[in-house]
């Protein structure tokens, strides 16, 4: 799956299977031990299969209770998170699923300072996860019900590939945009600052924005879901994308585009909160 279903009853199927499969594992391979333990033939390659079942049966219930642990990112955070999204909305149940999850690996570092200090990495893991976790679900509830269109570029400076890089680096500091889309007789590619670290400093009045541009260009259409574009950029490790509308050039959105909607949708989800918790009074009656 792409990404967490967002209905309780699917998330906790999905989360428990893991834990799930690997208790089936460990008690399938401590059945099989105890039965091989009650045949007592000597056999030395018995004796082996005895030991590697328990092994077996021990690191699967191990793994299983470890992801049963109630936080991010394991199994058991889902859990509980969907444990908590029948009862409140889905946002509020992940921040309390995440606070709980630093608790644990706040507990858990105390442990690791006095007993085990692998404890403490493991407390790091858990910590840090519970805080991605709340983090991307923040953003991904802000942006719902928004577009690529509403936050889009319109207006978009395009560049030649012809252009040298050192035009290309003066463009950039007039325009304090570190990326634009390459066009010649339609879209041909993208270049970004980063592209630029390609050509010395010999070279920067020679070399071309065809030479060190990007072909592959990630394209999304304008209607798309700005939580969906947001994770595209993620998943592609790339910091803007050129929005086609019916084969033209329409815009262009980047990761800053998408930070400054999540800021605003936030800033308007608190005031609406805080208009609920204090309604307008009515102006007061001039006296006669």
């Known amino acids: 799956m792409e990404e967490i279903p967002r209905q309780p009853g699917q998330e906790w199927r999905m989360a428990f299977a893991g834990p799930l499969s690997s208790l089936l594992v460990g008690a399938a391979s401590y059945l099989l031990m105890v039965v091989l333990k009650l045949v007592e033939s000597g056999s030395v390659i018995i004796e082996g299969m005895v030991i590697l079942l328990g092994l077996m049966a021990l690191y699967n219930m191990l793994l299983a209770a470890f992801n049963l642990i109630p936080a991010f990112p394991m199994d058991g955070g889902r859990v509980l998170r ?60 802000s942006l719902q019900g928004v577009t690529v269109r509403q936050l889009m570029s319109s207006s978009v400076q395009v560049v030649h590939p012809d252009m040298t890089v050192q035009q290309l680096h003066d463009l950039m500091l007039s325009t304090r945009h570190m990326g634009f889309p390459v066009v010649d007789n339609g879209l041909v590619g993208i270049v970004t600052l980063s592209d630029t670290h390609k050509v010395s400093r010999e070279q920067l009045p020679h070399a071309r924005v065809r030479d060190i541009m990007t072909r592959d260009v990630v394209t999304v259409p304008p209607d798309m879901d700005a939580s969906k574009a947001l994770y595209l950029t993620s998943e592609r490790r790339i910091g803007r994308l050129v929005v086609m509308e019916g084969g033209r050039l329409a815009g262009i959105v980047t990761k800053k585009d998408f930070l400054r909607a999540v800021d605003v949708m936030a800033a308007r989800k608190q005031a609406t909160r805080w208009g609920q918790q204090f309604p307008p009074t009515e102006p007061p009656i001039a006296p006669v």
């Open 82 to 141: 969907a444990f908590f999204a029948t009862r409140m909305p889905y946002l509020e149940a992940t921040k309390k699923a995440a606070r709980i999850g630093r608790y644990f690996a706040i507990g858990m570092a105390v442990f690791g300072i006095f007993y085990n200090f692998w404890f403490i990495l493991i407390a790091l893991f858990v910590y840090i996860g519970a805080s991605e976790e709340e983090q991307a679900t923040t953003i991904s509830e």
